[in-house]
């Protein structure tokens, strides 16, 4: 996918993950989530400058799902 925003297609984006006051943001399989040894994946995205819009939201570790 182009850096290009998919709202207003500025080209102005930064690239980085969500996150929360303890860390990345996860991605869990349903079921996953109470789990000691839990799978799960990090979310990375892209954020445009211009509008805010949030898109390419993807796992860095999908195989680990
Ligand atoms: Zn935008």
Redesign the pocket.
């Known amino acids: 996918m182009d850096n290009v925003?998919?709202?207003?297609?500025?080209k102005k984006i930064a690239e980085g993950s969500l996150l929360n006051m303890s860390g990345p943001v996860g991605f869990y399989p349903e079921g996953e989530e109470s789990k000691i040894k839990a799978k799960y994946s990090i979310v990375k995205c892209k954020a445009?400058k211009?509008?805010?819009?949030i898109f390419d939201l993807r796992l860095v570790n999908s195989s680990n799902i």
């Open positions: 925003c998919e709202e207003c297609r500025s445009c211009d509008c805010g819009h």
